[in-house]
């Protein structure tokens, strides 16, 4: 490996973002430990409270969370979701939704048994409608101002989980709700489904991080095209546009891009997790800087496996003809 200088523009990126994506208080001494998931299940429809970190969470004034969390077992063990069930409002990122998707966030990133994360809507149709205009008319201008900052921060926490993140568009995906699928790492979208940056229809212009990824998505000039014409597309043209990874065809069931979404993660979970955090810390900082301070950032994530026992485990299994069984150690 060769070491980063200390204040190069590597060092500074992996010294600022390392923490979010190792787990915090894990510095790059040693691998973060991880495991199968071992929680309950929770039956399909969302039971209204989170089961993120073994607890139950207490519900809302209505009686039931908007923002929940699921952790699967069984064969489907190391995957989470974050389910999404605000029915009144589309999804519609209002304070509460966004309080709650903060605490569900807050506490998969500390879960090491998840190896891999799902959003998802509970909602037919619907992905998330993006900002909730009702609640929006009755802020000030410096309330305004506060939550979409805060909206923005959301974001780049979901961005800086340290497992892969896979957003399941099985509806409308505008504005925010856009934005929320950019922050994952992959986007699987049904053929049917509307995407679309549309807050110039508005009045507005994406805040909360959409001006910034959708063109390093797609590129500068369609990113500048689909923002000012607030244009809305399909499922199967997002794919085309590299918006999303994969565009299905909706089942009855309403939920196909969820079931790409779920076939996506049953492909990453037995792939060695310590691994797959680095690569992701590696991808998504190297983006961020030239190609030589990226290679650097490269070998101080290779490092980070060198010692792990799923290393060995690994060449093992290669020399032994099997499968390798991968512990997250």
């Given at each position: ?27 790059c ?52 979701e974050?389910?999404m ?16 998707m903060?605490?569900a ?53 979901i961005?800086?989980?340290p497992?892969?993140?896979i ?8 504005g ?7 922050a ?8 049917s489904a ?14 909360a991080?959409?001006s ?16 000012f014409?607030?244009r809305?597309?399909?499922?199967d ?16 069931s ?18 060695a ?30 490092a ?9 485990e690994?060449m ?11 512990t997250?150690?």
């Open positions: 490996m060769h070491p980063l200088v200390p204040g190069t523009l590597a060092a500074r990126a992996l010294t600022l973002h390392a923490t979010g994506i190792l787990g915090r208080g894990e510095g001494g040693s691998p973060p430990r991880l495991c199968r998931s071992k929680k309950s299940s929770v039956p399909p429809q969302s039971s209204g409270f989170s089961t993120a970190g073994g607890q139950r969470r207490h519900l809302s004034s209505a009686g039931v969370r908007e923002v929940g969390v699921r952790h699967l077992t069984g064969e489907h063990a190391g995957i989470a974050i389910l069930h605000r029915a009144s409002a589309k999804n519609a990122l209002g304070k509460l939704f966004v309080n709650e903060f605490e966030v807050e506490g998969l990133r500390h879960d090491p048994s998840v190896r891999v994360l799902i959003v998802k809507s509970e909602i037919k149709g619907v992905f998330c409608s993006g900002a909730d205009l009702k609640e929006r008319s009755r802020m000030s201008n410096e309330e305004v101002g506060h939550f979409v900052q805060r909206l923005r921060k959301l974001m780049n926490e961005a800086a989980l497992m892969p993140t957003a399941a568009l099985d509806g409308h995906a505008l925010g709700g856009l934005e929320l699928a950019l994952c790492d992959l986007r699987t979208a049904a053929s509307k995407i679309g940056l549309i807050e110039t229809t508005r009045g507005l212009l994406p805040g991080g959409g910034q990824r959708l063109p390093r998505l797609i590129g500068l000039g369609l990113a500048k095209e689909l923002i014409t607030g809305q597309v399909t499922g043209q997002a794919l085309s546009l590299g918006l999303v990874n994969h565009a299905v065809a909706q089942n009855e309403e939920d196909a891009a969820y079931q790409k979404a779920m076939a996506l993660a049953e492909e990453i979970v037995p792939q997790p310590v691994a797959v955090r680095m690569a992701k810390l590696s991808m998504n900082k190297g983006f961020e800087v030239d190609i030589a301070s990226g290679m650097s950032i490269e070998g101080m994530c290779y980070q496996v060198i010692p792990t026992k799923d290393r060995i690994g093992a299994a290669f020399s032994e003809k099997r499968h390798p069984h991968f997250g150690e």
